[in-house]
């Protein structure tokens, strides 16, 4: 099953202050994700990937997904049996003119 949630961040969201949105999700293994920074983010704009509160991608809690236009795709395995079924997602923006949208896609195996 694939579930897709876009996150577009105002250029008031700070790392501090993120904004946020809900991807719901199903019962059962994550095995793909893919985040799509769409053109122009110059990468200016980050984001995060939670399950739980707990951060689950990138899985270094220092690191941020950013980019301009290249997709980023990896295969994962992560289990997800407890409810709520949802990830949540964190962005901030460094640019100080345009907001920035990233589109998530996560691949769950029932």
């Known amino acids: 099953m694939l ?3 876009s996150i577009t961040i ?3 969201a700070t790392k501090a202050n993120p904004e946020e949105a809900i991807l719901k999700i199903a ?3 994550i095995t793909k994700i893919m985040v799509r920074p769409r053109p122009g983010h110059a990468a200016l704009a980050h984001c995060v990937i939670l399950h739980h509160e707990h951060q689950i991608a990138p899985s270094s ?3 941020s997904f950013s980019g301009d236009t290249f997709p980023i795709d990896w295969e994962e395995y992560y ?3 407890q409810p709520p079924y949802e990830l949540k997602i964190k962005g ?3 640019d100080d003119t345009y907001p920035h949208t990233f589109d998530i896609f996560v691949a769950i195996l029932p």
Request: glycine letters at 6%; a negative charge.
């Open 92 to 94: 901030w923006n460094l």
């Open 61 to 63: 809690p220092d690191m």
């Open 79 to 81: 289990e997800s049996y």
């Open 3 to 5: 579930f897709e949630a």
């Open 27 to 29: 019962h059962g293994i």
């Open 10 to 12: 105002p250029i008031t």
